[in-house]
């Protein structure tokens, strides 16, 4: 098993940054490829962010390319998403979740083994 522990959500003004930050336990951090998926009021859980297991390979979802960016540090077990020029519309909540399958990444959450709790990210207009 995997826990992931998600945090740094909050409220921001639109055009503002927040970093996210997600802890992992449980297993080798570095045998997961980890993504960040979000989910509005409403809505369906949309993909944001994937990182294959050394984070050399990262990709976006089109709504955020260029404001986000995700990272990781595997001596720490954390993974990140550093986002910027935030929209009222990327207000949502945000879930890290891990897998350990073949591909270095996976924009499907039905790919994801494991994922957090959430955290909230409000953003003013």
Known sequence: ?????????????????LRLSCVASGRTFSNYAMGWFRQAPGKEREFVAA????????YYGDSVKGRFTISRDNAKNTLYLQMNSLKPEDAAVYYCAAHNKGRPYYTNEGAYDYWGQGTQVTVSS
Request: charged fraction near 5%; avoid cysteine.
């Open 51 to 58: 990182i294959s297991w050394i984070g050399g390979t990262t």
């Open 1 to 17: 098993q995997v826990q992931l522990v998600e945090s740094g959500g909050g409220l921001v003004q639109a055009g503002g940054s």
